[in-house]
């Protein structure tokens, strides 16, 4: 049972566009939400995060949108840089910080020059 | 380094043999997470402690696989009789110590861990 779901396994992007990484989850008590990206051979690194009080984090070229809604987040790179080709996960935790993350099994973006 | 340390970065094991991952959290965080990596899969916790206690290990296998973090020195993982299906990279992550700030985990860089 995947309480965090990331659909695309992977997405190619021109350089210079806008990546747009959509992730769903079906947990209603998750209230924190984070994006981390990896590459090959290295730990996650912490991208960006967004608590569910908020609809929107922007953090340079990186936009994190939450539609609680809809269970639903997105975040959008722009623009898209070379550099930016990575494993992108979605992770989530409730209730507060100190609580195991749940993680989707990511999508792999390819940025193409 | 102020980062999230992990060694070995890999370690080889014969089936039967014990395998021991060893996690030091950055420095001023003193709760630790282990995840586990399956090749195509996202990281799924194992278990999270702080200083001498466990917190939550619903997600470690019941048998053969342990973890404490000492008052002092690292936070261990250890697997006993390790088999086939325990090849995977294990992370360790840590958060810092005061509660009322929510703070993202920070990584170490995993231990690959391979069975023959």
């Known amino acids: 049972d995947q309480q965090v779901k990331q659909n695309s396994p992977s997405l190619s992007v021109q350089e210079g566009r806008i990546s747009i990484l959509n992730c769903d989850y079906t947990?209603?008590?998750?209230?924190?939400f984070l994006w981390y990206k990896k590459y090959p051979a290295e730990g996650p690194t912490f991208l960006i995060s967004?608590?569910?009080?908020?609809d929107k984090n922007e953090d340079g070229r990186f936009t994190v949108f939450l539609n609680k809604s809809a269970k639903h987040l997105s975040l959008h790179i722009v623009p898209s840089q070379p550099g930016d080709s990575a494993v992108y996960f979605c992770?989530?935790?409730?209730?507060?910080?100190?609580?195991?993350?749940?993680f989707g099994k990511g999508t792999r973006l390819s940025v193409i020059a | 380094n102020a980062g999230v340390m992990q060694n070995p970065r890999h370690l080889v094991r014969r089936r039967g043999q014990e395998a021991r991952l060893r996690c030091s959290p950055m420095?001023?965080?003193?709760?630790v997470y282990w995840y586990r990596q399956l090749p195509e899969e996202g990281l799924k916790f194992m278990v999270y402690?702080?200083?001498?206690?466990?917190?939550?290990e619903s997600g470690m296998p019941k048998e053969r696989f342990s973890a404490e973090f000492p008052k002092e020195g690292p936070s261990i993982l250890r697997i006993q009789q390790v088999v086939r299906g325990d090849s995977a990279a294990y992370f360790c992550?840590?958060?810092?110590?005061?509660?009322?700030?929510?703070?993202?985990?920070?990584f170490g860089d995993g231990t690959r861990l391979s069975i023959l």
């Open positions: 992550a840590s958060s810092p110590t005061d509660l009322g700030r929510r703070e993202p985990q920070h």
């Open positions: 947990n209603s008590m998750f209230d924190y």
């Open positions: 967004i608590s569910s009080i908020k």
């Open positions: 992770a989530a935790n409730e209730h507060s910080g100190n609580t195991p993350l749940v």
């Open positions: 420095k001023g965080h003193s709760h």
């Open positions: 402690l702080q200083k001498e206690n466990i917190i939550d």
